[in-house]
């Protein structure tokens, strides 16, 4: 294999890690604000380093001959479907953890961050869930499969600890249900040939519906 698509596989892994940790380092410099403005400002800086590193990515490691958008209608309407199913599955995994820690489930609720979103915030969770997908699932396979050739089984595993990784601003229990989402998430991209939009289409609809039952639930 040619040592430069070794070497830049390597770096677009690494440099795709952490993305979410340059938000939290500009955040930490900036003045006092609103807690929800905080919020605010932390996922529309997601969104913009997230897609920084991803064009970067790219540049190193192109996918544009490696996207592939499946033909199979019933891979859509399984992602459809997976979508709340993968919220019950997080849900399910929110409420063990809480057990395990001693604290009580009274019922299901929706991280404050979730709340009362604004549009803008709406179409920022929109745009970072596709940019996450073509990172975590669509980079990281030509990265990891196609040019290093390492083992399916880690690349399911690790690109899913490091997608969970990035969600550990909300929390250790946050982390875990992310994790195992991008398990599932992985499986799925995998099942479906590699059909990027299938993994898009769960993760923005998993997205949208959070954000309706946090704008609406009381």
């Given at each position: 294999m040619n040592i430069h698509i070794h070497y830049h596989s390597i770096l677009v892994l690494l440099a795709t890690v952490y993305p979410v940790s340059f938000p939290q380092i500009i955040l930490s410099f900036r003045g006092r604000y609103n807690h929800k403005n905080q919020n605010m400002i932390y996922l529309e800086y997601c969104v913009i380093m997230s897609s920084i590193i991803l064009i970067l990515?790219?540049?190193?490691?192109?996918?544009?001959?490696?996207?592939?958008?499946?033909?199979?209608?019933?891979?859509?309407?399984?992602?459809?479907?997976?979508?709340?199913?993968?919220?019950?599955?997080?849900?399910?995994?929110?409420?063990?953890?809480?057990?395990?820690?001693?604290?009580?489930?009274?019922?299901?609720?929706?991280?404050?961050?979730?709340?009362?979103?604004?549009i803008v915030g709406c179409i920022s969770t929109i745009l970072l869930a596709i940019i996450e997908e073509l990172i975590y699932r669509q980079l990281w396979s030509v990265a990891m499969l196609d040019n290093l050739h390492w083992n399916i089984y880690l690349y399911i595993i690790l690109s899913s600890v490091i997608y969970g990784f990035n969600h550990l601003y909300y929390g250790f229990a946050t982390f875990i249900q992310k994790t195992i989402s991008g398990i599932l998430l992985a499986v799925i991209f995998l099942l479906s040939g590699r059909s990027i939009i299938i993994p898009i289409i769960i993760h923005v609809l998993q997205n949208l519906i959070i954000l309706l039952m946090g704008r609406y639930k009381k």
């Open positions: 990515s790219c540049v190193l490691v192109p996918i544009s001959n490696n996207i592939i958008i499946s033909s199979d209608i019933m891979w859509y309407i399984i992602s459809i479907v997976a979508a709340p199913i993968l919220i019950i599955i997080e849900f399910i995994i929110g409420t063990i953890i809480l057990r395990l820690s001693g604290k009580m489930v009274k019922g299901i609720s929706v991280n404050a961050n979730w709340k009362k979103i604004s």
